[in-house]
């Protein structure tokens, strides 16, 4: 008698492990999941919601580093077009910072000229 074998029958068939890729999803930071307005309380909590907001933002570094500079013989177009980037987003950040804060502090701050100082 010949044994046939039956396709249900999974002890005689070898799988292959599979393995699945999934890329990273990019989700886009939307302005209502900015933090709240800072009115003076839990600042520490405040603070570390804004890095958070910034950094998905792509603009905490403004917070720490410093601008880059153009030397006085220098007049490289990409030196130039760098530090005028750094300016935009700086810019950006500052009033990112601003606009979390309430009016009353607002008011206070706004002679700030950067985000780094406030």
Known sequence: MTSKSN????SN???APTTTHV????????HAEKPEKFSGMHSKRWQQKMFFYLTTLNLARFLT???PTLKEDEHDVQVISAIDAWKH???FCRNYVMNCLT???YSVYTWKKTAKEL
């Open 7 to 10: 396709p249900g029958d999974v």
């Open 89 to 91: 987003s700086k810019f």
């Open 103 to 105: 009016d009353t502090l």
């Open 23 to 30: 890329a990273p999803v990019s989700i886009p930071m939307n």
């Open 65 to 67: 580093e410093d601008a």
């Open 13 to 15: 068939q070898v799988v």
